[in-house]
């Protein structure tokens, strides 16, 4: 078999599959209320994976946009406090109807509600993975959502793609499939014609050249370059990813010749790696010398306060923020030790100089080594 028919016969057999499935996907023409209908397809679908013997974990979305109808809203709202209050509303009803579909299984569901600050720090990540890992030992099926009631816009994974690619990794998932309402990625816009789908990508050359446009939705926050960045987070950590629509559900998963299949990366990251580059929006920026650079870059080291020349932004001991060049290049992420009040006296000086003059506390990285991630 060549790459592509080994990829998707790899995704078919799949011990431990983790689905998304987007709001455009499981409502109905308006928008507004969840079609149970293609609800129970997909269900069914992923009934029928257990049944062979495997796992599955579902990424839902859907919350906010079945919350709009009861709330009288015609289309996903602007401001953040309506879209929790509509999230609040929603996800009640979208995991009754995932309960009330895989009753009639005899499977049952357990909600997961994460936001990106749950899975960034290390006892939280932790937690995470055990209680998701739990729950499939016990024969759940986790249904997985971005908590977008308690979200904020500094803490959201953004869209449901990403978080169902970092959650794939976090459950040791063998393929993570991708359903929308568009049946492939195509070489140009599906509606244009001429475009033609592109039934592999093997490589990120496959990609050059390709016109990947946004969201097409009013009820979705993801478009399809937020799928193709998924696969490319999901192929970090060595999974294969198939992109397909709702309606092929069942056929992607077993291994047929539909959708996208994205080949994994032949080395994949580190977990703890991948989480702080894809999981984490930084909430400021350490300007660093050049030769903090080259020691970050070059010889993988920890960030000490002498390398350091400025501090940018508000944040506290914990955070992710970005480290960068003093051309402002981001050159790597990683979880700061201090918050950006007690840097600055900080800078330029040795942490055998800090610890003789602050104490103890004080003789430790700013970031440690562990904590950090090339970009």
Known sequence: MGTEAVLRAAVGGARRVVVKVGSSSLTGPGGGAIDEARLVALV?????????????VLVSSGAIAAGLGPLGLGS???????????????QGALVA????????????????????????RRTHYTNARRTLTRLLDLGI??????NDTVATHEIRFGDNDRLAALVSHLVGADALVLLTDVDALYDGPPSRPGSTRISAVLHAGDLEGVKIGGTGSSVGSGGMATKVESAGIAGAAGIP???????????ALAGEDVGTVF????RSRASRQLWIAHATTPRGRLIVDEGAVTALTKRRTSLLPAGIVE?????????????????????????????????????????????RDLGAAY??????RDDLVLL
Do not use: K, W
């Open 44 to 56: 069914d679908h992923l009934a029928s994976v257990r049944a062979r013997g495997g796992e599955v």
């Open 141 to 146: 099926v986790p249904v997985v959502n971005e």
């Open 363 to 368: 003789e430790r990285e700013v970031i440690h």
């Open 76 to 90: 996903r709202p602007r401001d953040l406090a309506t879209q929790q209050a509509a999230a609040s509303v929603g």
């Open 97 to 120: 109807a995932y309960a009330r579909a895989f009753a009639r299984h005899q499977l049952t569901v357990g909600q997961v509600l994460l936001t990106a600050d749950d899975v960034t």
């Open 263 to 266: 080949a994994p990366q032949s």
């Open 241 to 251: 990813t198939v992109l397909s629509r709702l309606a092929d559900a069942g056929h």
């Open 311 to 355: 501090v940018r932004g508000t944040f506290v001991g914990g955070d992710p923020v970005d480290v960068c060049a003093p051309d402002g290049r981001a050159v790597a992420r990683g979880l700061v030790n201090y918050s950006s009040g007690e840097l600055p006296p900080m800078l330029g000086r040795t942490t055998h100089d800090l610890a």
